[in-house]
């Protein structure tokens, strides 16, 4: 505890006292040494006056003794100096203890205060300016404490609000895709045995434009459940990769979907590959890689249009290439995103792109898209079998 004699001081005060403690020190010393002086002097200058001028050694003896109290002032006048700095420095170096005194109790409260409930004793500063300051740091904290206790309250209110909902969540997308699964298991049975109906129609009597339309209608539905049935599964089934030999597949491909290109009023132009290529891929992605580029091609190619196909071994690499005249791409940074589309009334939901991509890169497969109103390209690079 400090004293009361100070209670109440504050910093300003504090450096008023110091200079006029100092100014008064210095003005005792002054009083001192001038008194001292001119006794000294009025002696000596007494004593020159006690001798007759004519005697040169009495003078210069008296020089001397006024050349000693020179000196002795001047060493007087240095001493005073030391003094005074010294006792400038004591009360500096008082006050700066007093500060720091009062400073390192705010940075002990303010730490103590940062992990829990802390109060500050204003009789515990120095300063009276301190004591102010610790006043208002005690209703800070306090506020701090109350606001910390009220967003605890709320957190915890939110966190109960939010597991709830995240549990109703979770139930309702368990539900989805329960019922996602059902669906498309359920799904597969009727295509099935449409397209299987129409083939035994087909063999008996010759495919009329209404026919045609129903079997291209029924692929379309198809390749959406391949789609669907793949984005259901994924997560709980493995895909094992087996040789393919890959110009055969696309073949494949484009010959289940030539009646589509053909109610679409577009063509395939596809050359089968001189020599076997075989990459070794998961034929359900795979699938999903080929069906997505074709099922697009005949979607935004214009009519009377032909798709150009194309399978080539690129050193070590098995190039895909998909290309046909269309509307320009305008973005094509996006064509790949889920939900996006070029053509906002157009057909689908913008899913099958992202699809692709995101095979391609589980599978390391490179893409490329060049797009002008000439034609648009799609370029897949995969890694030949062996590679």
Do not use: W
């Not at 498309?184 to 495919?207: A, R």
């Not at 209608?217 to 049935?229: E, G, H, P, Q, R």
């Amino acid at each position: 505890m400090k004293t009361n004699i100070f209670k109440k001081i504050t910093i300003k005060q504090a450096n008023i006292l110091t200079v006029i403690a100092i100014f008064l020190v210095s003005l005792i010393f002054v009083v001192l040494l001038v008194d001292e002086m001119y006794y000294d002097y009025e002696g000596a200058m007494q004593q020159s006056f006690e001798y007759p001028k004519t005697e040169l050694l009495d003078r210069v003896q008296v020089e001397e003794k006024l050349k000693s109290i020179l000196i002795k002032t001047i060493l007087a006048i240095v001493t005073l100096s030391f003094i005074i700095f010294a006792i400038s420095m004591g009360f500096y170096k008082i006050l700066g203890i007093l500060l720091q005194d009062d400073t390192e109790s705010f940075m002990k409260f303010f730490e103590k205060a940062s992990k829990g409930k802390e109060s500050l004793n204003p009789d515990m500063m120095f300063f009276e300016d301190f004591k102010l300051l610790a006043t208002y740091a005690n209703k800070m904290v306090e506020t701090i404490n109350d606001q910390k206790l009220e967003l605890q309250d709320l957190n915890k209110d939110l966190e109960n609000r939010v597991h709830l909902k995240t549990q109703s969540l979770d139930k309702l997308l368990a539900s989805q895709r329960q019922f996602l699964r059902y669906t498309v298991h359920e799904t597969n049975t009727p295509l099935s045995v449409i397209l299987t109906s129409i083939e035994l129609y087909t063999m008996k009597n010759k495919k009329d434009r209404q026919l045609l339309k129903i079997e291209a209608a029924v692929k379309n539905i198809f390749n959406i459940y391949d789609d669907l049935s793949y984005l259901v599964k994924k997560e709980q089934v493995e895909y094992p990769k087996v040789a393919i030999n890959i110009g055969k597949y696309i073949d494949t491909r484009i010959e289940f979907f030539s009646d589509v290109a053909q109610m679409s009023k577009v063509e395939f132009s596809y050359v089968k590959p001189t020599k076997e290529i075989y990459v070794f891929f998961n034929e359900t992605k795979l699938q999903r890689i080929v069906d997505n580029n074709i099922t697009n091609a005949i979607k935004y190619t214009l009519a009377d249009e032909v798709i150009d196909v194309d399978i080539k071994q690129v050193g070590s690499n098995v190039r895909f290439c998909i290309s046909s005249k269309s509307k320009a791409i305008k973005d094509i940074d996006k064509v790949f995103d889920g939900f996006y589309r070029e053509e906002k009334d157009g057909d689908g939901f913008g899913l099958g792109l992202q699809m692709v991509r995101n095979i391609c890169d589980e599978e390391n497969v490179s893409i490329s898209v060049s797009s002008d109103k000439n034609k648009t390209v799609f370029t897949y690079m995969f890694k030949m079998m062996g590679e």
